[in-house]
């Protein structure tokens, strides 16, 4: 079975504070991918990221990165120099590749930026 | 393209009605999926399709019914409303196992 932990349930920041939201993944498949999405207060779930398991190469977007480390079982996120915009609840979610929608979420990690 | 659309956005029930919340896609996606999101539990999975005809359970399926006659609709059936069931419901598509998901706006329910 596949299983996403967020251990940080909430977490508040000031202004241009870099933050690292963790995310841990279990499955004993080797093919997977894994997904970041943000839902802001507004409600909707926003895609961010996704990175299968061949690739661990480290991506950046902006203010965003991803550090993907298979020996941990780890795809931590990272918003640098952060702003109230970035205020939204962030799941981490796992997919494998077989038959069937295993696609499983994280119970989310709620960022608070403060000005 | 309209994406993932979900109808309605908000929605009250009293315990025991029926109601369907519907939802479509125009992405030619062969996967969805109906999930609930309840505060502290991010979102589970109710039931999902693999392609028009096929359907299967999720993580939570009780008091939901579900059918996808098409591609494009996947609606999700509330037989008996229950206090229970008071959540925000997201419907989701996705091209294929590799593809991220791509979410409606969602619905609230509220049922008394």
């Known amino acids: 079975a596949q299983k996403v932990t967020q251990a940080q349930t909430e977490i508040s920041v000031v202004e241009k504070e870099d933050v690292t939201l963790d995310c841990v993944y279990e499955t004993r498949d080797t093919t997977y991918y894994l997904f970041w999405y943000k839902q802001p207060p507004s409600g909707e779930l926003v895609f961010l990221i996704r990175r299968n398991s061949f690739d661990e190469q480290n991506e950046i977007s902006g203010r965003y990165s991803w550090n993907f480390q298979k020996s941990t079982s780890s795809f931590n996120f990272t918003i640098t120099a952060s702003q109230v915009v970035d205020s939204a609840v962030y799941f981490c979610?796992?997919?494998?590749?077989?038959?069937?929608?295993?696609?499983?979420f994280g119970p989310g990690t709620r960022l608070s930026v403060l000005p | 393209n309209a994406g993932v659309t979900q109808t309605p956005k908000f929605q009250v029930l009293k315990t025991g009605q029926s109601m369907t919340l519907q939802c479509a896609q125009d992405m030619n996606h062969e996967y969805m999926s109906w999930y609930r999101q309840d505060p502290g539990m991010g979102l589970r999975l109710i039931h999902y399709s693999v392609g028009a005809g096929i359907t299967d359970q999720g993580e939570v399926p009780n008091g939901y019914n579900v059918s996808r006659s098409t591609t494009e609709d996947f609606p999700l059936r509330l037989l008996s409303a229950a206090p229970s069931q008071t959540s925000v419901y997201f419907c989701a598509s996705r091209g294929g196992l590799a593809g991220e998901q791509f979410f409606g706006p969602g619905t609230r329910l509220t049922v008394l």
């Open positions: 979610a796992l997919s494998v590749d077989n038959y069937g929608q295993n696609f499983v």
